[in-house]
Structure formats: structure tokens, C-alpha cells
T-cell receptor
Framework: DAGITQSPRHKVTETGTPVTLRCHQT?????MYWYRQDPGHGLRLIHY???????DKGEVSDGYSVSRSKTEDFLLTLESATSSQTSVYFC???????????????FGNGTRLTVT | AQKVTQAQTEISVVEKEDVTLDCVYE???????LFWYKQPPSGELVFLIR??????QNEISGRYSWNFQKSTSSFNFTITASQVVDSAVYFC????????????FGKGTKLTVNP
């Protein structure tokens, strides 16, 4: 168990409302990631973080923002949720301290978000 | 840019059959890593294997084996004598030294093993 907790596990929200998903790790790893999983698309990177207050965009970052004020927490915010953001969201950490590209990712159990 | 293609969307086999899941990747980097992940029906993502671009040796772990061929840019995964518990979605993924810290996934292959 890589010590990653995502909350909430399930959420239903209405279009236009803000939503924040939380990822908490107990491993003190530097790199953290948010992916979304959709049928026919696999897993796509939304944002990632390489340290406290250091974040960067992934391939599907529009409509999402992130924050990392502490090593252990990485928050994903949908400022104004849309139906296209209905998805399963996975947080992941890289076990590689310096060269994460050669390290496997360890994933949380996912958050199923439905935007009605 | 990096890309991973898993052309097989879904595969269905009968228990004890052998099955191969295909993975083709694209990158211009010479240093890269390939990964396979398993996602069972319960939904969690489980890391299976990592292979770097300088090591083309095939790997076997029990009923699982992986065939890495740089000449065809492929990293295929074979399950021998499949079992119902192998039913899952399998993802191939790629990360490169020049691709920063990003792991790029294929779209996945859903394997169903019928009793």
C-alpha cells in the first residue's frame, strides 16, 4: 500500500458548482499527479506537482486548477463543473525522488465524479 | 511527442488459453521506460512491470511474460494459461527522459477470461 488517500470517493454535483478533490499521501514523495480516466481514452494527465507550490499542466488541464501547499496534499479544483468533467479521477505519486520518469506510479483508489 | 497505442480494445478468451496484449509506442528519445498496469474490476491500478530502453531482455514472472522489441517499438504482454482472475483492463505506458515527469498511457485493453 503506497499510502495514498483520495477524498471523496464518490461525488455528485451540479453543473456550474465548484468542486475540490483531495489527494493525501503519507510517503513524503515529491511528485504527485492527477489523472482522469474515461472510456475510450485511457488515463490522461491533468496536472502534476514536483514540489510544494510547484505545479505544471498536463494534456487535459483546461477547466482544472491545482494547489499544493504541503508535501502531503495535492488538491484538484474544478472551478465551475461541467458535464464533460464527469469522470473517474486518480491521484498518483511517483516513488522516484529525482528521476520520476523511471519510477512506477502508485495510484489512489480514485474518485468517481458525476456532474449533472 | 510520446504516444502509446493499444490496438486491441477488448479481448475475450476461455480459461487456460494463452493471450497476448499488444503495445506499440512512439518516442524520439533514446532513454525511456515502459510500464504495464492492471486495473481489475474493483478499479484500482496496479503496477506490473517496468522496462528501460537499454534492456531488451524478455521477462517472465510466473504466468506473465513481456516481450520488448525496439526494432518494432513494441512491448507486448503475454498471459499463459489465463485464469478468470486475470480479467481486467491492462494499460501500457511510456515515460521518457525528454518528456519531463509525465507518464503517457495507452487507452487500455479489456481482457475477459471466461470459465
Amino acid at each position: 500500500d503506497a499510502g495514498i488517500t483520495q477524498s471523496p470517493r464518490h461525488k455528485v454535483t451540479e453543473t456550474g458548482t465548484p468542486v475540490t478533490l483531495r489527494c493525501h499521501q503519507t510517503e513524503n514523495h515529491r511528485y504527485m499527479y492527477w489523472y482522469r480516466q474515461d472510456p475510450g481514452h485511457g488515463l490522461r494527465l491533468i496536472h502534476y506537482s514536483y514540489g510544494v507550490k510547484d505545479t505544471d499542466k498536463g494534456e487535459v488541464s483546461d477547466g482544472y486548477s491545482v494547489s499544493r501547499s504541503k508535501t502531503e496534499d495535492f488538491l484538484l479544483t474544478l472551478e465551475s463543473a461541467t458535464s464533460s468533467q464527469t469522470s473517474v479521477y486518480f491521484c498518483a505519486i511517483s516513488s522516484g525522488p529525482r528521476q520520476p520518469y523511471n519510477s512506477p506510479l502508485h495510484f489512489g483508489n480514485g474518485t468517481r465524479l458525476t456532474v449533472t | 511527442a510520446q504516444k502509446v497505442t493499444q490496438a486491441q480494445t477488448e479481448i475475450s478468451v476461455v480459461e487456460k488459453e494463452d493471450v497476448t496484449l499488444d503495445c506499440v509506442y512512439e518516442t524520439r528519445d533514446t532513454t525511456y521506460y515502459l510500464f504495464w498496469y492492471k486495473q481489475p474490476p474493483s478499479g484500482e491500478l496496479v503496477f506490473l512491470i517496468r522496462r528501460n530502453s537499454f534492456d531488451e531482455q524478455n521477462e517472465i514472472s510466473g504466468r506473465y511474460s513481456w516481450n520488448f522489441q525496439k526494432s518494432t517499438s513494441s512491448f507486448n504482454f503475454t498471459i499463459t494459461a489465463s485464469q478468470v482472475v486475470d480479467s481486467a483492463v491492462y494499460f501500457c505506458a511510456l515515460s521518457t527522459q525528454g518528456g519531463s515527469e509525465k507518464l503517457v498511457f495507452g487507452k487500455g485493453t479489456k481482457l475477459t477470461v471466461n470459465p
